[in-house]
């Protein structure tokens, strides 16, 4: 079975343009997770879904982040505008719903960098 | 609050050897999950070993075991016969029980495993 599935896996843009990140979580899943991993700050929770419902989003830096969830199987992380801080590795994660599977499966990250 | 500290940057070990990088947790949750990834150099996120706080025995998988040590709040990860492939990143994470679904991580350990 395929795993978690983002793109693109480089981003390089301009300070100000609008960037989306696209996330497949593996099927089946019914919870996805955004994180973001930086240098300064490690890895950091953004928001998180639940059966496609954001349940969690008090990671989300400020206004410019938002992410939607419109089907089990796609979402998206949209930064407008985007600014140099916004520089770093964006992963988007999945985790069944069974009992007793705990672990959180990672997709491959999306690099990015903001000029 | 919850919070995960690991207090080694770095680490070597030799290959074929044991190596124990520690990982110690803060939560006053009656119900946690402690969780080990592994990110390599190319930079995903591998799922490792899981432990729930209220499993009696410490959790093995295959050359991974976690020395989990609840009066103590450590949860300290054992690699046994190192490899060379087994130079990466090691970041301790936990959760709370139930049906929450936030992972904080810690800061990560690197691990370099000498010929």
């Known amino acids: 079975d395929a795993g978690v599935i983002q793109s693109p896996r480089h981003e390089v843009t301009e300070m100000g343009q609008e960037v989306t990140l696209r996330c497949k979580p593996i099927s089946g899943h019914n919870s996805l997770f955004w994180y973001r991993q930086t240098m300064m700050r490690g890895l950091e929770l953004l928001i998180y879904f639940n059966n496609n419902v954001p349940i969690d989003d008090s990671g989300m830096p400020e206004d410019r982040f938002s992410a939607k969830m419109p089907n089990a199987s796609f979402s998206t992380l949209k930064i407008q505008p985007s600014e140099p801080r916004d520089s770093a590795v964006y992963f988007c994660a999945s985790r069944p719903g069974l009992a007793g599977v705990y672990e959180q499966f990672f997709g491959p990250g999306t690099r990015l960098t903001v000029l | 609050a919850q919070k995960i500290t690991q207090t080694q940057p770095g680490m070597f070990v030799q290959e074929k050897e044991a190596v124990t990088l520690d990982c110690t947790y803060d939560?006053?949750?009656?119900?946690?999950?402690l969780f080990w990834y592994k990110q390599p150099s190319s930079g995903e996120m591998i799922f490792l070993i899981y432990q729930g706080s209220y499993d009696q025995q410490n959790a093995t998988e295959g050359r991974y075991s976690l020395n989990f040590q609840k009066a103590r709040k450590s949860a300290n990860l054992v690699i046994s016969a190192s490899q060379l492939g087994d130079s990466a990143m090691y970041f301790c994470?936990?959760?709370?029980?139930?049906?929450?679904?936030?992972?904080?991580f810690g800061t990560g350990t690197l691990l370099a495993v000498q010929p």
């Open positions: 994470a936990m959760n709370k029980g139930g049906a929450t679904n936030k992972l904080i």
């Open positions: 939560t006053s949750d009656p119900s946690y999950g």
